[in-house]
């Protein structure tokens, strides 16, 4: 089992920083692909970005890329995304989730089997 927590969310203005927060317990952190994923009002939920065990591969959707960054601390047993030249369509509850089979750095939703309740950030313009 593994246990997702996040943190971090918020209310910033357009073109503000956030820094989401995730701590994981339960299973060795180090053994299993990170996903940050992303529910606006009315939307499905989509991908936001994956990092990979050692931090080695990362892939971010494009609506992201080029201002959210991922990152892990394997000893603080944490993922984190900063979020830069925030938008107000980035206005969602942003997720968590640990795929503890994979080392692909998968974008499916199908491939994480632990999830965090997920933290609201509000971008307003």
């Known amino acids: 089992q593994v246990q997702l927590v996040e943190s971090g969310g918020g209310l910033v203005q357009a073109g503000g920083s956030l820094r989401l927060s995730c701590a994981a317990s339960g299973r060795t952190f180090s053994t299993y692909t990170m996903g940050w994923f992303r529910q606006a009002p009315g939307k499905e939920r989509e991908f936001v970005g994956t990092?990979?065990?050692?931090?080695?591969?990362?892939r971010y959707a494009d609506s992201v890329k080029g201002r959210f960054t991922i990152s892990r601390d394997n000893a603080k047993n944490t993922v984190y995304l900063q979020m830069n030249s925030l938008k107000p369509e980035d206005t969602a509850i942003y997720y968590c989730a640990a795929d503890v089979n994979g080392d692909s750095g998968s974008t499916l939703q199908r491939s994480y089997e632990y999830w965090g309740q997920g933290t609201q950030v509000t971008v307003s313009s």
């Open positions: 990092i990979t065990r050692s931090g080695t591969y990362i």
